[in-house]
């Protein structure tokens, strides 16, 4: 059976960004920043994302090309099948994001009709709205339909052909909504908040918040970079690829917070951020902006996150995929279909978590701490805030004394031959071995006992 490959470098490049902006630039970065004391968050992230990030982005793309093989299978390809537990939770990670993802980018979808419609009111009512579930299945089914659809023709035809439409759309869509955020009242005060930095807030709990959200919006620490890595040939020079990869997707996130600030703080509505954020306030934006804008500019924001989820739940599937495929010989129709299937199964309990069913959506209470959360908040804890971080932290661990940085250096230099020896190296190299374990190594740890046990 044939392997899909990208049929160019811009078409990696557009489908591995396509994968990083997502929602998570645009409905969660936004809240992390006001949660996190506005610029110091975003301080704190983006050096995450350049000097911890970087070299874990890297090494999965150079594993996956030198593999040619899934998440899993280019371990065992390695020789390292020991090792191939760090695909097996990259997998299990990528399903249980993509199964509460999936719930979300139906609200997002259910939005969009709800502007065009002119339904601002809907800012009011989001907890009987998240809880219309016969609504919420529906739209949800339609986002994996189409995310399936796209998967299911392919790595060239399907992936990298909606990447080449999707991504140009969204930054110009992005572009507009920048221009049309500056020119209202006040939002002046909404750059301040974004972009002049409260170092009094940070904590550790914040810093665990960012490093969390860096790997979850580079797509990073579950193999998903090892899957579109191996679809690669090796004229691809992966430095460049990774940085542009890094810089498009910090770049949106941070132009998204130009659109958002300046909105919530022209609006003068208050807002204790929270997930709700986007869909709580931001219609009731539009309404203030009168009929025909309200609803030509609500419609186009929620497109625009339509736009940004799809490319991302089409790479979080395509990981489950490409492993039944290369190491089952499953068609990859029928993987599609069934893994789409099974992982709108495991979403059920996330939509029913928000008020719907008590029991999910007071699921559980960690230890040292007296709230219980919802199922949806849980998954996203141990997705994002847990797996992600420690499948990157396993990475590093795994190039430097499994792999070696020897043979690191020898698949990057394929498309680069400057590599070797050049300070690029000696910085990745010095990175992955001692910056990453140690910073990354730590801030997991002491998040994880804080979070679970409290400690
Ligand atoms: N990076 C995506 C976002 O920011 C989410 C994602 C995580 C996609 C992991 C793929 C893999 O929304």
């Known amino acids: 059976m044939k392997r899909g490959s990208f049929n160019s470098k811009l078409g990696f490049i557009l489908a591995a960004s396509g994968s990083a902006v997502g929602l998570g630039n645009i409905w969660k970065f936004p809240f992390e920043v006001s949660n996190g004391g506005g610029a110091a968050f975003l301080i704190m992230y983006l050096f995450f994302c350049f000097i911890l990030c970087f070299p874990v982005i890297v090494s999965e793309i150079a594993i996956g090309r030198k593999t040619k093989k899934n998440a899993i299978g280019a371990f065992n390809s390695l020789g390292h099948r020991n090792w191939n537990f760090i695909g097996k939770m990259g997998v299990l990670c990528g399903v249980l994001i993509l199964s509460f993802y999936t719930v979300v980018a139906g609200w997002v979808l259910g939005y969009v009709v709800e502007m065009v419609n002119g339904n601002f009111d809907i800012s009011n009512n989001f907890g009987s709205y998240v809880n219309n579930i016969q609504n919420v299945f529906l739209y949800s089914i339609l986002f994996m339909f189409f995310t399936a659809l796209i998967v299911s023709r392919g790595v060239e035809k399907g992936i990298e052909r909606a990447a080449k439409i999707l991504m140009p759309s969204l930054i110009i869509i992005i572009l507009m909504l920048i221009?049309?955020?500056?020119?209202?009242?006040?939002?002046?005060?909404?750059?301040?908040?974004?972009?002049?930095?409260?170092?009094s807030q940070i904590n550790l709990t914040v810093a665990g918040n960012a490093l969390g959200q860096a790997f979850f919006s580079l797509s990073l620490g579950?193999?998903?970079?090892?899957t579109y890595g191996s679809y690669v040939d090796s004229k691809n020079n992966i430095i460049n690829s990774a940085a542009l990869i890094t810089l498009t997707d910090v770049g949106i996130a941070f132009l998204s917070g130009l659109i958002i600030f300046p909105f919530i703080f022209s609006s003068g509505i208050e807002t204790e951020g929270g997930p709700g954020l986007i869909f709580q306030v931001f219609p009731k934006i539009f309404e203030n902006l009168g009929d025909t804008t309200g609803v030509l500019v609500g419609s186009t924001f929620f497109i625009l996150l339509s736009f940004a989820a799809i490319t991302s739940t089409v790479s979080l599937l395509e990981v489950p995929v490409s492993y039944l495929v290369d190491e089952y010989k499953i068609n990859r129709k029928y993987s599609v279909w069934i893994v789409a299937f099974i992982i709108l199964l495991i979403g059920i309990p996330s939509a029913l978590s928000q008020g719907k069913y008590e029991f999910f959506s007071q699921f559980i209470t960690y230890f040292g701490s007296e709230k219980p959360i919802d199922f949806m908040t849980f998954i996203i804890d141990v997705s994002n805030d847990t797996l992600l971080p420690f499948g990157g932290f396993m990475i590093t661990m795994y190039v430097t004394y499994i792999w070696r940085k020897k043979n690191l250096s020898e698949e990057i230099s394929r498309g680069n031959p400057d590599y070797k020896g050049s300070a690029v190296e000696k910085y990745i190299n010095f990175s992955i071995s001692y910056v990453c374990p140690l910073i990354l190594g730590s801030i997991f740890l002491i998040t994880f006992l804080n979070k679970f046990f409290g400690i």
């Open 179 to 199: 221009i049309y955020a500056l020119t209202l009242p006040n939002s002046i005060d909404g750059i301040i908040f974004y972009l002049v930095p409260d170092f």
């Open 222 to 226: 579950m193999g998903m970079l090892i």
